[in-house]
């Protein structure tokens, strides 16, 4: 039987392991993927040669095979979309890029530190990121204006109540800013409970090796936004309310 060779990440090993367990992977060796074991990927049988490990955790869910065995996969003949070439110490990777790039002219050069922000694909999933924020961000807004204007209006007596015993604009105006960023707080903590949650629920189908990180600040961020849009969206309602007439406002039905 004829081998191909594979280094497995140590995140992909582990996975190996538990599909071993699970029956969903055929692997002849007895009990987890280590190096000198065979698996079988793509209809062919790979010989595991090495275990892996990178700081980053995409990488620690895939793993190292021959060029030609993806180019035959994909069906690209040739083709290769990426390659990296390390250096020896002390050598110029200026003059590394200028030599590739005038004789290889349609490849591109660029140092490891640059390659985030050349890579466009990376770009669009940052500034789609930022455009589903900003669409969140307003659809809360305008929850919270929606739900305080509907609060002000089938309160009307109440506060016209409130005004007629001696609260002043501004004690009106308070109460109803402070009701705004109650629910938002409320929504704040619901919404940061439900997000961690649904992110480890969709961990689990994403690939061995990746992980959630959650830190104070993002916690302090979402909650922050949360306060902001509460205070902004009754900001309006407030005002229509300490604007109300004592008078009319006993008369409204």
């Keep these: 039987m004829q081998f191909d060779f594979v280094m497995c990440a140590r995140g992909l090993?582990?996975?190996?392991?538990?599909?071993?367990?699970?029956?969903?992977?055929?692997?002849?060796?007895?009990?987890?993927?280590?190096?000198?074991?065979?698996?079988?990927?793509?209809?062919?049988?790979?010989?595991?040669?090495?275990?892996?490990?990178?700081?980053?955790?995409?990488?620690?869910a895939g793993a190292i095979v021959a060029n030609s065995v993806v180019q035959a996969e994909l069906n690209?003949?040739?083709?290769?979309?990426?390659?990296?070439?390390?250096?020896?110490?002390?050598?110029?990777?200026?003059?590394?890029?200028v030599a590739v790039e005038s004789k290889y002219g349609h490849?591109?050069?660029i140092r490891t530190e640059e390659f985030t922000t050349y890579y466009d694909q990376l770009q669009y999933i940052d500034w789609f990121v930022w455009i589903v924020s900003l669409i969140s961000v307003a659809v809360g807004g305008l929850g919270?204006?929606?739900?305080?204007?509907?609060?002000?209006?089938?309160?009307?007596?109440?506060?016209?109540?409130?005004?007629a015993v001696g609260w002043s604009r501004g004690r009106v105006m308070r109460l109803i800013l402070a009701e705004g960023v109650l629910i938002?707080?409320?929504?704040?903590?619901?919404?940061?409970?439900?997000?961690?949650?649904?992110?480890?629920?969709?961990?689990?189908?994403?690939?061995?090796?990746?992980q959630t990180q959650y830190t104070p600040l993002l916690f302090v961020e979402g909650f922050g936004v949360a306060i902001l849009l509460g205070l902004l969206g009754a900001l309006y309602p407030a005002w229509q309310a300490s604007r109300l007439s004592p008078i009319e406002a006993l008369k409204y039905e």
């Design 144 to 163: 919270v204006l929606n739900t305080m204007l509907m609060t002000v209006s089938e309160r009307t007596r109440e506060i016209g109540t409130l005004r």
């Design 13 to 60: 090993a582990a996975l190996l392991a538990l599909l071993l367990l699970a029956g969903s992977v055929e692997i002849y060796a007895p009990t987890h993927a280590v190096a000198g074991e065979e698996v079988e990927v793509f209809n062919q049988v790979f010989k595991v040669v090495g275990i892996y490990e990178s700081g980053i955790q995409l990488e620690n």
């Design 107 to 109: 490849l591109q050069a």
């Design 76 to 97: 690209i003949g040739e083709s290769i979309a990426m390659g990296f070439v390390f250096l020896r110490p002390g050598a110029d990777g200026g003059k590394v890029k």
């Design 184 to 210: 938002s707080s409320v929504g704040g903590v619901v919404g940061l409970l439900g997000g961690s949650l649904g992110a480890e629920v969709l961990i689990h189908w994403a690939p061995q090796g990746l």
